[in-house]
């Protein structure tokens, strides 16, 4: 895990609860845990690119990856392993640098394609059983901030973190 350069969340069901909220015009909502967006803020101070790949088209998601300053967000992929394939190419990592987030069945071959791979525990069984490892907190609820440290951590980084924000308070 030393050499992870980039962790990669599904987004539905793993930073957020997997839950769709429409409006009466049908317009989607989706709720995104503050716990998670510092794990991620953390992630890129520490020189870890972040990315998102989601199936569902959600002007939601591609707001928050836009806040958050996501590397890059894929919305809309059926295959996720593509959009693996275009991190690589485009952004130089190889795919044993990279950590996959997940929680269903439609992260499983991106999990198994990546270094590392970390289930929600929420997640299906057949996602912990080809994870790495599985957060304590379910997704939505700090699974996000949870992977990001257990990798941090992993790589001897969460302790300049956590001591930038002692001293600057």
Not at 10 to 23: A, C, E, Q, R
Not at 65 to 88: F, H, N, P, Q
Request: glycine share 8%.
């Amino acid at each position: 895990m030393k050499n992870i350069k980039a962790i990669i969340f599904d987004v539905d069901g793993t930073l957020t609860d997997g839950k769709i909220h429409t409006s009466p015009t049908g317009e989607l909502f989706k709720s995104f845990c503050t716990l998670d967006a510092g794990g991620i803020i953390y992630a890129k101070s520490a020189g870890i690119s972040v990315f998102f790949i989601t199936g569902r088209k959600s002007n939601s998601t591609t707001y928050r990856a836009k806040e958050l300053k996501i590397d890059k967000v894929y919305v809309g992929i059926a295959r996720k392993t593509t959009a693996l394939i275009d991190i690589c190419d485009r952004f130089k990592i190889k795919m044993s640098e990279m950590c996959y987030v997940g929680d269903d069945l439609n992260d499983l071959a991106a999990m198994v394609k990546c270094g590392y791979s970390i289930a929600v525990a929420n997640a299906v069984p057949e996602i912990k059983e080809v994870a790495n490892y599985v957060t304590n907190l379910s997704g939505g609820y700090g699974a996000g901030r949870e992977a990001v440290e257990h990798v941090l951590k992993n790589q001897d980084k969460w302790e300049t973190i956590v001591k930038y924000y002692r001293e600057s308070g």
